[in-house]
T-cell receptor, first 109, second 115 residues
Framework: QKEVEQDPGPLSVPEGAIVSLNCTYSNSAFQYFMWYRQYSRKGPELLMYTYSSGNKEDGRFTAQVDKSSKYISLFIRDSQPSDSATYLCAMKSQGNLIFGKGTKLSVKP | DAGVIQSPRHEVTEMGQEVTLRCKPISGHDYLFWYRQTMMRGLELLIYFNNNVPIDDSGMPEDRFSAKMPNASFSTLKIQPSEPRDSAVYFC?????????????FGEGSRLTVL
């Protein structure tokens, strides 16, 4: 079992839809949970991070961590064509950052 | 502030040739990372440096790969000899020591194609 699992998609939604992106993990020691966004032909950039369990909201984006289920989610409300990108989850404890493979999202106008 | 700068952005070479990828981290960042990204394996850590010293190179696939950081503002990743399976996008990233969350600042990547 890989440490971090993420459905690669692709995921295609109409503009204005609510998007749910998810990752599961196996290492219960992970404490920091992040979502990176990667536009085509660009490097990943940090979108949100959460420490331990709970929710964090930033504008149209909400990150959730459920440590009991080893499951993290990113919700995008009122999705826009500019949200079209690959979203990578990432997590760490004391060591290096472990990335999921990314989910490619396309928001159609 | 300038971000992480990588060169070349694109490299096409033939099997057996030497490839050198370059990276300039963000000024003041103590950590520098080299990643490789492919569709099959996602983003993989190859090696990282702290204050110019290699800390963990366990992700370097084999002896054909080497990385150096001669000073705080420059690093290279070298592949010699290159093989078609090395085709990937190689990213350099840096981070300051005071970010325990592990936020990384990535460059735009070097897309390598080995024919």
């Amino acid at each position: 079992q890989k440490e971090v699992e993420q459905d690669p998609g692709p995921l295609s939604v109409p503009e204005g839809a609510i998007v749910s992106l998810n990752c599961t993990y196996s290492n219960s020691a992970f404490q920091y949970f992040m979502w990176y966004r990667q536009y085509s032909r660009k490097g990943p950039e940090l979108l949100m991070y959460t420490y331990s369990s709970g929710n964090k909201e930033d504008g149209r984006f909400t990150a959730q961590v459920d440590k009991s289920s080893k499951y993290i989610s990113l919700f995008i409300r009122d999705s826009q064509p500019s949200d079209s990108a690959t979203y990578l989850c990432a997590m760490k404890s004391q060591g290096n950052l472990i990335f999921g493979k990314g989910t490619k999202l396309s928001v159609k106008p | 502030d300038a971000g992480v700068i990588q060169s070349p952005r694109h490299e096409v070479t033939e099997m057996g040739q030497e490839v050198t990828l370059r990276c300039k981290p963000i000024s003041g960042h103590d950590y520098l990372f080299w990643y490789r990204q492919t569709m099959m394996r996602g983003l993989e850590l190859l090696i990282y440096f702290n204050n110019n010293v290699p800390i963990d190179d366990s992700g370097m696939p084999e002896d054909r790969f080497s990385a150096k950081m001669p000073n705080a503002s420059f690093s290279t990743l070298k592949i010699q000899p290159s093989e078609p399976r090395d085709s990937a996008v190689y990213f350099c990233a840096s981070t300051p020591v005071e970010r325990p969350t592990g936020e990384l600042f990535f460059g735009e990547g070097s897309r390598l194609t080995v024919l």
